[in-house]
Every structure is written in structure tokens, then in C-alpha cells.
């Protein structure tokens, strides 16, 4: 199959997307993946997987985001899923409290099963739901801060900060590497001290542990 | 055998993509010594005898033979000469096997056809006595005419008798079913359900965890069809989904299941009010209601019979799921090794996309009515059903190999998310599920997978 223009890439990370069942994780990702929002989108079982390229610090960043089922029993299936990610994005529902106490629980979660150095971010997501606003932009920011997580709010309705939050994840992603790999001024294929491996040129190649999916990648675009 | 039929036999495989020679002749040991004995491979020769054993059991006349596979009821121990070696060495040799005499002509299928129109009109009008005067009905004709896909107006009646809810006995019918539908409702009125879905306060936490998830995944279920956007339809499947989580607390109420149940509740509701019930209506009459409580105790019975073979699927870390996607992946090896050998150079894990298929028995994949044809079958096979079901997932991945073998990472696991069945018929489904047959019959008892 021949090589597609959105095939070429600087950096490629993995992201998964996990929170409560309901939160609307899989319209975030319906809307930055295809700009689609399906207000009756089925429940997702297991993991489901979509990909999307954008620019950040003039380089191509390929986002590989599995979105995860936020029901408790699907836990042992999908948290196979956390390992290799660079980063996560914590989703839960302005409008319902409950989502946003689990969040110290699917951190939990991710302390557990994937890597020590993934940047997360919280997500407020369904912010159109002005009316049913449970939770405060304040309170979503400051529980962050408590955590060391960044903060944003979005709607994936109405397309409000999707984009920004996945820009903004992906590039605190990159400049992390990038300040590592200055840092340690390691060569390329190197292994820094945090435990991020990255390799250079482009194709370049991502992860804070589990290399295979992402060393397949680079392997590929070698080969066109 | 018309002359020629081996050869139309063989091209009919061929366009079903079967590697034939492939898997009959080195995949499977008794096979290639069969073959051995009878003069080696060729597409004329012996192994198109024993493709056309197969396909006469698997194709032409599946439903005879998947009967006898499953090991259920047999008159003549059919089941061990189909899984037997030396059943094509017969057939080569002039032997016309058993199996062919246990199936069913055209007007035994008549007859029963008949037979159920009128248990089904008869239980309809509560008339005992018509009850009691009509036969019961053969469940191995029953199983064979389930297999190769029931007409709409038998469909429920059918189901309910192969989930073994319904008596084949006629005159038990009323009395049996009767029992049940009172009990779901005494069942659902002790759970305080009684009133539509909304439950009152003797709620615990447990409760509030699994309310809340099916509050959530109702309303998201088969978003395709208006039909089950009506308030009757939700009040119904979320009272069973409760109901059945409550009386299985070991899985309790694991998304998809609201899956599972749409064909149950659809078949079921269809049969009481076929106008109302169109898949494309988006409302149900009042006056309509009241007939829908016993579609609704029967969709609620029938799926603890369905989900009986298959708890293992939802309870902690879903065992039964895992296990069944790593037999779907050493038969695929068998099958089709070049399609392991691509996706394994992908990285894609069968896990990846065949979770969903085991999850939901595939009705995520398929338009609805399509799907009630593909449960014709597996219905049919009752107790092995759930094993048959891999077969099927072999199948379908058979049924793509090309297409996804032209493709890499991510686009491949995009498409094994989205297959392109969309627009499948009644006829891909039986076509698929004749392949399904075919490797089952022959990896059926292959000890190695």
C-alpha cells in the first residue's frame, strides 16, 4: 500500500482515554479523530482505536489514542492497553459528581498499570452542559494542580477545546522528550535516565516503556 | 450425486474462498492419510470427495449434519461418523453414508412449518384443547430448519422452543409458559421495578453502581433502529437487564449485554404486534403495551438461556472471552496462516478486535435482521453454540483475508473495527455460516488447536 501524506510524521505517541462510563470519551475522540459527535454513540467494548496527526513546534506528531470502555468490568482488558502509552487523558462529566471522584481511582489505576513518566491530563468534558454543571472549572483545576495533572475543560458537542486539549497534551508530550533528550544529550536510539526511549530523524519513535507498537511504526515508515 | 455436482461442489468452494487442499489435505492428520491411501491430492479426485462429504453436510444440507456434530439428540449415532476418518473412505467407496438418510426433505420442512403456525395461532388464542390435539414438534427437524434460517412469522415461536422455554409438547405450552411470565413479574414487582424502570429507595450501592450503567447504555442501544428509542422498548430491556444482573451476581450487568438482548426483545415483540414493531417505528400505541408483557417475560427467560453457556464471558477479567479469542487465533493459524503471519507483523492483536465480537456475539457487526438469521443458526446448535461462534469469527475473518492483508497498521485495525457488513444480506451470513461449518467440521476435534 502506497505511503499517504498523513503517513509521514516526526514523532508518534501513544494516548489512551479513560474515565467513567459516559463521560463521552469516545465523541472527544469521534470529534478530534473525524470532527464527529453521535449523541447515541454506542457503549465501547474493550478498547477502540482511531489516529490523527497534527503540527506542534513545527514538527508532525502522530497520535495513536485508544479509547478505553469505562465500565469496571472491562478493567482487566483494557488497562493492557496503558502500557506503551506516553500519555492519558482523564476524562470525566461536568455535569456528573461521581465521574469526577473516580478520578483518584483511575489514577490509581494508571499508577498500577502503566508507565511512571505518562503526562496526564484531566479532562472536564460535556462543558455545553451549563445548566448541570456539578463540578467547577475551579474545583477541576485545582484538584489537578494537587495532582500535577494539566486542566481543561471541552465539549466534544460542541466542539469546544477538543483540539486544544489534544494539541496541548501531545506538546507537553514532545517538549518533555525533547528536553530529555537535550538533557541527557544521549544519541540517537539512547535510553535516558527516566526511562523514555527515543530515537532520531524522522520516524522518530516514542515510548516511556513497551517499544513494540511504536518501534513497528518507525519500522514502517522505513520501509514506506 | 448428478454427474458433475463434484465439480460444482469444488468451484462453489473455491468461490467460497476455502483453502480447500490447504486444510483438508496437510492441516488435518486423518484427512491426509485418507487421502494418501486414495492417491494424493488433486481437485478431481479424492479430496473433492471428501470436500463434497463435507459440503453435502456442511452446505447443501447443513442442517442434518451440524446437528449431528453437536452431539444432541441422534437416532443413529450420526455424530460419530461424521467426525470419523473413515466416513469419506465410504463415501468414495460407494457407501452412501448415514447421514444423508437423517435429512429432512423439503415436506418433512412443510409439515413443520405447518405444525408451528398453528401451535403458535392456537397459544395465541389460549385454546387448550387445539393445544392438546396437536402433535409435538421433532426437535431435530426444528434444529434443522432453525440452521438454515426461519421465516419471520416462526422465528419466535421457534426460539423459544430450541432455548428450551417453550415445550415441544403443545398441550404443556400454555401451562409451562404461563408459570414463567408470572414469575418474571412477581420477580420484577419484588425488585420495586414494577412501575417502568424507575426503582424505589431500597437502593444499595451495588445497586446504584448497576442502575446507574444501565440507565446509561438503554438509551445507546441499537441507536440504528428508532424503535428501540421508544419508551416501551427501553422500560423493557432495562427491567430485564436488572432483573437478570440481580440473579447473576457473579457478572452482574456487563455492558453489551444490552446488545445480546435486542434480538430477543425485537423477535419477541414483533411476534405479539408485527405493525408495531417495525424497525423504523418511533412509537409504540399504548393499546400495544399490555400485549408486550409476555414478550418481555420470554425475552427475559430466553436470555438466561442463551447467557447460560456463556457466564464465563462476564464475569472478572472475562475468562470465557479471553479463552475464546485465543481459539479464534490457533484456529486462524490453522486457516489461515498468512493473515496470522500480516497481523502479527502489525502488531495487531486478536484481542484488539475480536473482544467485541465474543462480547456481543456479533451483533455489533451486523444490520439486525441479518443478525436473527445468524441466531437462527446458532440456536440451532444450542449447547455448542458458543464454540460455534469462533468458527464463525474464523470465518468472517476468512471472508476479509485479502482486504486486510493489503492493509497496515493503523488503517487495518480501523477496518477490522468498522467491516464493511453494513450492507450484508441473509445470504452473506449464510454463506458465512456455511464456511463456519465446514471448519468446524474439520477442526472439530483436532487436539493440537
Given amino acids: 500500500m502506497a505511503v499517504r501524506p498523513d503517513d509521514e510524521y516526526d514523532y508518534l505517541f501513544k494516548i489512551v482515554l479513560i474515565g467513567d462510563s459516559g463521560v463521552g470519551k469516545s465523541n472527544l475522540l469521534s470529534r478530534f479523530t473525524r470532527n464527529e459527535f453521535n449523541l447515541e454513540s454506542k457503549s465501547t467494548i474493550g478498547v477502540e482505536f482511531a489516529t490523527r496527526s497534527v503540527q506542534t513546534d513545527g514538527k508532525v506528531i502522530k497520535a495513536q489514542i485508544w479509547d478505553t470502555a469505562g465500565q469496571e468490568r472491562y478493567r482487566a482488558i483494557t488497562s493492557a ?37 505518562i503526562v496526564i491530563m484531566l479532562v472536564g468534558n460535556k462543558s455545553d452542559l451549563k445548566h448541570l454543571r456539578s463540578v467547577s472549572i475551579e474545583e477541576g483545576q485545582q484538584y489537578a494542580e494537587t495532582k500535577g495533572l494539566s486542566f481543561i ?17 501531545l ?50 515508515k522505513c520501509c514506506g | 450425486m448428478e454427474p458433475g455436482a463434484t465439480e460444482t461442489t469444488w468451484w462453489s468452494l473455491r468461490a467460497l ?52 456434530l453437536s452431539g444432541s439428540r441422534t437416532s443413529r449415532g450420526d455424530a460419530a461418523e461424521t467426525k470419523d476418518p473413515a ?25 413443520l412449518w405447518t405444525q408451528l403456525e398453528a401451535i ?3 397459544s395465541r388464542n389460549r385454546s387448550v384443547g387445539l393445544l392438546t390435539s396437536l402433535a409435538p414438534v421433532d426437535r431435530s427437524a426444528l434444529q434443522r430448519l432453525a440452521w438454515r434460517g426461519l421465516p419471520d412469522t416462526l422465528r419466535a415461536m421457534a426460539w423459544k422452543m430450541l432455548l428450551d422455554y417453550c415445550p415441544m409438547q403443545p398441550s ?27 426503582l424505589d429507595g431500597r437502593l444499595s450501592s451495588e445497586d446504584w453502581v448497576r442502575k446507574r450503567q444501565i440507565d446509561l447504555d438503554v438509551p445507546r442501544t441499537a441507536p440504528e433502529c428508532p424503535l428501540f428509542h421508544t419508551s416501551a422498548i427501553q422500560d423493557t430491556m432495562t427491567r430485564i437487564l436488572h432483573l437478570w444482573s440481580v440473579r447473576h451476581p457473579a457478572s452482574g450487568y456487563v455492558q453489551g449485554l444490552n446488545d445480546i438482548l435486542v434480538p430477543l426483545v425485537y423477535v419477541f415483540y414483533a411476534d405479539h404486534a408485527p405493525e408495531q414493531f417495525q424497525l423504523d417505528r418511533t412509537l409504540v400505541p399504548e393499546q400495544a403495551e399490555p400485549l408486550l408483557r409476555d414478550a418481555e417475560a420470554d425475552a427475559y427467560w430466553c436470555l438466561c438461556a442463551l447467557l447460560d453457556a456463556l457466564q464465563d464471558q462476564y464475569v472478572f477479567a472475562q475468562p470465557g472471552i479471553q479463552r475464546r479469542v485465543q481459539y479464534l487465533e ?26 467485541r465480537w465474543m462480547n456481543c456475539l456479533l451483533v455489533r457487526e451486523f444490520p439486525l435482521p441479518v443478525t436473527l438469521r445468524l441466531w437462527d443458526a446458532y440456536l440451532s446448535e444450542r449447547g455448542t453454540f458458543a464454540a460455534f461462534h469462533v468458527y464463525v469469527c474464523a470465518a468472517l475473518l476468512v471472508r476479509f483475508s485479502a482486504e486486510l492483508q493489503q492493509r497496515q497498521f493503523p488503517e487495518l485495525v480501523l477496518f477490522l473495527q468498522n467491516l464493511p457488513t453494513r450492507d450484508w444480506t441473509e445470504q452473506d451470513i449464510s454463506l458465512l455460516l456455511s464456511q463456519a461449518y465446514l471448519w468446524k467440521a474439520v477442526f472439530a476435534d483436532a487436539r493440537r488447536l
Avoid at chain 1, 153 to 169: C, G, K, P, Q
Avoid at chain 2, 330 to 355: K, S, T
Fill in chain 1, 81 to 117: 492497553y496503558y502500557r506503551g502509552a506516553v500519555g492519558a487523558l482523564l476524562v470525566y462529566d461536568i455535569s456528573k459528581r461521581s465521574s469526577f471522584e473516580n478520578a483518584e481511582r483511575w489514577l490509581k489505576e494508571l499508577r498500577d498499570h502503566a508507565d511512571q513518566n
Fill in chain 1, 153 to 169: 475543560e471541552t465539549s466534544a458537542l460542541d466542539a469546544s477545546h477538543v483540539e486544544e486539549a489534544f494539541v496541548r497534551i
Fill in chain 1, 171 to 220: 506538546t507537553d508530550i514532545y517538549r518533555l522528550v525533547h528536553k530529555r533528550s537535550l538533557t541527557t544529550g544521549d544519541s540517537a536510539g539512547g535510553k535516558s535516565a527516566s526511562g523514555i526511549v527515543y530515537q532520531a530523524g524522522r520516524g522518530e519513535t516514542i515510548s516511556v516503556g513497551n517499544l513494540s507498537h511504536e518501534s513497528r511504526s518507525s519500522k514502517r
Fill in chain 2, 17 to 68: 474462498r476455502f483453502p480447500a487442499s490447504a486444510c483438508l489435505g496437510y492441516l488435518v492428520p486423518q484427512f491426509s492419510e485418507w487421502e494418501a491411501q486414495q492417491g494424493g491430492l488433486s481437485t478431481d479426485g479424492p479430496t473433492s470427495h471428501a470436500l463434497h462429504y463435507l459440503f453435502e453436510a456442511g452446505i447443501e444440507r447443513p442442517g442434518a449434519a451440524a446437528l449431528n
Fill in chain 2, 87 to 111: 466416513s469419506p473412505r465410504d463415501k468414495a467407496s460407494g457407501t452412501v453414508p448415514e447421514i444423508t438418510a437423517s435429512i429432512g426433505s423439503d415436506k418433512a420442512e412443510t409439515t
Fill in chain 2, 120 to 122: 403458535r395461532e392456537a
Fill in chain 2, 172 to 198: 404443556r405450552l400454555l401451562k409451562s409458559v404461563g408459570r414463567k411470565r408470572e414469575q418474571y413479574w412477581q420477580a420484577v414487582a419484588d425488585l420495586g421495578l414494577v412501575s417502568g424502570p424507575r
Fill in chain 2, 330 to 355: 490457533r484456529l486462524m493459524q490453522r486457516i489461515d496462516a498468512p493473515l496470522c503471519a500480516h497481523l502479527a507483523e502489525q502488531n495487531v492483536a486478536f484481542m484488539q478486535f475480536a473482544f
